[in-house]
C-alpha cells in the first residue's frame, strides 16, 4: 500500500527570490509522470545537485524542487514491460534532479528507458558512491581508450583530482595499468590520491600556465579534466601528440583560453563528455564494466554516508572545494541492498 506523502528535501523560491531548503512531505501524485516509479534507498551528493539545492538556473529554472541527480533503490510499478516491482535500479541524470524532481526523496517516478537494472557485482550502495562521479569517470576513462591512449602511451593526468569525479578517474586509471599524475588543491589529499594510486600528485599552480604560449612541452599522453579554465588550456597544450583529453567539468571556469595549435600541430583530440544525455547502450555498459572489471576495491574507504537533514552543510563544502571524495544520502537507508 503507497503512502500518500513522501518526505523530501524540497527547495523553494520566495517572492524576493530568496532561495529556501527544508526536509517536508509532499504527495505522491505530485511527482513527475513517467513509466517506473522508485522506492529510493541511497542517492548522493554531485557538483550539480549543490548548485541545484541553492538555486543556480543553470541546473533547475522551476520550484519547488527536489535535487538529486541519483538515485538507487527498488521498482514500485513499472508499465512497458521492462521492470518489475523489487527489481533493484538505479537512474542518473538525465533530467532528474535537474528540471524534474530528483533523488533526494522517497520516491522517483521517471521515463522507463532512463532507467538501468543494478548490475550483478554492485550494491545499491556501492552504486550510489560512484553515481554520477563514477559513471562520469567511466565515459572519461571509455573516451581515452577509444582514442588510443593506452597503459604503454604514458602518463595520464586528472585534474580536479580529490573530487568525486576525479577520485574514480584516479582510481579506474591506476587499476587499469595507466600511470597516473593526479592535480589537487588541497595540500591535505596527497596521501589520499597516492592510496588511489596517482604515481605523482601535483599541485594545481603546477598546471596552470598563463605565458600565453600557444603550446608547450608535451607532458601527457592523455588527461581528465573535471575544471576546465586555465588548467584545461594548460593541459591541452601539454599533451604529446595524437593524446586525448577528456573534458567533463567546470569546477575553475566554463572559458577554455587557447589556440588551435594542440589540435592542428599535434592531433590532440578534445572529447567531450556528457554523463546525463549521453548513449544509452554505452550507459548500460559502462555500468556493467563498473560492477565487473573496473570494479574498484576502494569504495568503502571514500565514500560519506548522511541524512537529509545533513545535507546543507555538506553543499556548503562541495560549493567550495573542500569535499575529498563522496557523499552519499541515506534516503529509504534500505541496509538489505
Ligand atoms: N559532463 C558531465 O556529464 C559531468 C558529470 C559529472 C560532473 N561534472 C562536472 O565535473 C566537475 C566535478 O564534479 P564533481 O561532482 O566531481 O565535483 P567535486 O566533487 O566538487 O570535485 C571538483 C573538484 O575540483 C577541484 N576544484 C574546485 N574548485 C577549483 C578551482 N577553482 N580550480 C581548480 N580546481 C578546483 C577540487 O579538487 P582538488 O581540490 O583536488 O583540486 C574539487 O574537489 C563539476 O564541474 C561538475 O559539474 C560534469
Redesign the pocket.
Known sequence: MLPETFRCYLVTKDADGKVHAEITHRRLSELPPGETLIRVAYSS???????AATGHPGVNKTFPHIPG?DAAGRVVSASGGRFAANDLVLVT?FDMGANRWGGWGDYVRVPGEWVVPLPAGLTSRESMILG??G??AG?CVDALQKHGVAPESGEVVV??????????AVALLAKLGYRVA?????AS?HEY?KRLGAEQVLG?EQV?DRSGKPLLSGRWAGAID????H?LGTILRATRHSGCVA???????SDLPLTVYPFILRGVTLA???????SIPLRHDIWRRLAGPWKLDCLPAIARFVELQELPASIDQ??????????VVNVGNDEAT
Not at 573535471?226 to 579554465?229: A, E, L, N, P, Q
Open positions: 551528493l554531485n557538483y550539480k545537485d549543490a548548485l541527480v541524470g554520477t562521479a559513471f562520469t565515459l585534474t580536479g583530482a580529490s573530487g568525486g569525479v576525479g577520485t574514480f593526479a592535480v589537487t588543491g588541497k589529499a590520491l594545481r596552470d573535471t575544471v576546465g579554465s588548467i573534458s567533463c567539468g567546470l569546477a575553475a571556469g567531450g563528455i556528457d554523463a546525463a544525455w549521453g562541495i560549493l567550495t572545494g573542500q569535499v575529498t571524495g563522496r557523499v
